[in-house]
């Protein structure tokens, strides 16, 4: 291939990464994995084999990385499954190696594609916006569309009714697309004009049927300012807060929250009884189905606490026959009884849980690790204070959907997260930067 050539293919890549992650998320949330197969094809495909090296440079957080997938493989041998965790834990050694490549091909472009990357942001921010949010304020006229002439989602009678349901992924992947956005928006425009677009671009997040993704960008926005107004305090705020959520998790759901049970909280047998105290701490109807299967999750962290059940097993720790009945109230404090067909229905919706779980403290040691050097990166000093901004922004959005939502070996869900974070990496730690300074 020819250097002019490759420098197009390098061009065009990076002109419409954007546009599609966003435009495909919106409709197609898994197409993420493929979006990003094709992105580790086109950066090795436009790479000179003499650089493939650097594609798979290594540091302390790729290393940690490549320890945390060797626990995840070795986990077969006390796993409650060991066939299906090695047969899992595959695609997981498939989204490493394609983040390696991905996100140190960010680090070595130049000026003229870190325009193009620019423009396919803001393009694809305009439009993508401006589809989500007429998408959750209509009647979801594209959605309707694809579900009923191409099956892209499933055509049941409960997606068709509960059609801004079908937009959830979407909503989520918007709330990540924001942070770089916000970072071209802020530069390119006057701040009467970005002001309003990055408000406008909010409020299509809070149009979405499911809360986590507003809670998540909220909470990036706030974390952000105080980095801003104070990067050392801000700092050790945030590596504090991380540390408490990765090892008080496993005690939360036990002790935050007034839970009488029927059976001292050994959930292992078909209608065991939650009651859940009304008056203690005032919960929306919603979360008690989340919180029960957490405390369930924490109970048996308990029992495995060192190295958990193996990779990708949290859906073999119970059958289809097993049920856990709780009751909870409605806004009238009229008794209700909920059934929750299984005690952890495939994960346990929480990341950090899950890894406990799974692969014990080990695992979230490692998980704890790598964080702590992805903050260090994002306080680098060759980094600007709207680098920080928007650094923070996004692994604080990340983490706070990973703490209440997805399962943490989605494979839409982990193509989703090294997106983003290689397109925020482009703009960032990039060739050109690194020259100016």
């Not at 197609?28 to 495909?45: D, E, Q, R, Y």
């Not at 903050?375 to 920080?388: A, H, M, P, V």
Request: aromatic share 14%.
């Amino acid at each position: 291939m020819s250097e002019s050539y490759r420098k197009q293919l390098r061009f065009y890549f990076l002109s419409a990464a954007p546009s599609l992650f966003f435009l495909v998320g919106i409709f197609i949330p898994k197409g993420s994995v493929i979006l990003l197969s094709l992105a580790g094809i086109m950066v090795i495909t436009g790479t000179k084999k003499s650089e493939w090296r650097t594609l798979f440079r290594l540091n302390a957080a790729w290393n940690t990385i490549a320890l945390f997938i060797c626990l995840s493989t070795v986990s077969a041998i006390w796993s409650l499954t060991p066939a299906n965790t090695l047969y899992k834990v595959l695609p997981l050694i498939a989204m490493g190696l394609l983040a390696l490549i991905v996100v140190n091909f960010s680090m070595s472009l130049i000026n003229d594609e870190i325009e193009a990357l620019k423009k396919g942001i803001i393009f694809g921010g305009f439009l993508g916006f401006i589809l989500l949010g007429l998408e959750l304020t209509g009647e979801a006229l594209i959605s309707r569309f694809l579900i009923t002439s191409f099956s892209v989602f499933s055509t049941n009678t409960y997606e068709m009714v509960h059609i801004k349901k079908t937009l959830n992924s979407g909503v989520t992947i918007a709330s990540l697309f924001f942070w770089p956005w916000l970072f071209v928006v802020w530069a390119k425009f006057k701040y009467y004009i970005s002001i309003p677009i990055l408000t406008g671009s909010v409020m299509v997040i809070l149009l979405g049927a499911n809360d986590a993704p507003f809670f998540a960008v909220t909470a990036g926005l706030l974390s952000s300012t105080i980095v801003v107004l104070n990067a050392k305090i801000g700092r050790a705020v945030l590596t504090i807060l991380v540390l408490i959520a990765i090892f008080i998790a496993p005690l939360a759901p036990k002790y935050l929250f007034s839970f009488a049970d029927s059976d001292k909280g050994k959930f292992v047998a078909p209608s065991t009884f939650v009651t859940f105290d009304k008056g203690i701490i005032p919960i929306p109807n919603a979360w008690y189905h989340r919180l029960t299967v957490w405390k369930v999750t924490s109970e048996r962290i308990e029992q495995k606490p060192f190295l958990g059940y193996g990779y990708d097993t949290s859906r073999a720790l119970y059958k289809k026959g097993d049920e856990i009945r709780y009751q909870r109230y409605d806004k009238s404090g009229n008794l209700i009884v909920g059934i929750i067909s299984e005690p952890i229905p495939l994960h346990p919706h929480n990341v950090v849980l899950q890894i406990w779980l799974e692969l014990g403290i080990a695992g979230a040691i490692f998980l704890a690790t790598l964080l702590f050097f992805l903050i260090k990166s994002i306080f680098g000093e060759n980094l600007t204070k709207r680098d920080r901004f928007a650094g923070i922004g996004i692994l604080v959005t990340i983490f706070s959907i990973n703490l209440i939502s997805y399962g943490a070996w989605q494979n839409w869900w982990l193509g989703t997260q090294i997106m983003v974070i290689f397109i925020f990496t482009c703009l960032v730690f990039n060739q050109a930067k690194k020259a100016v300074h």
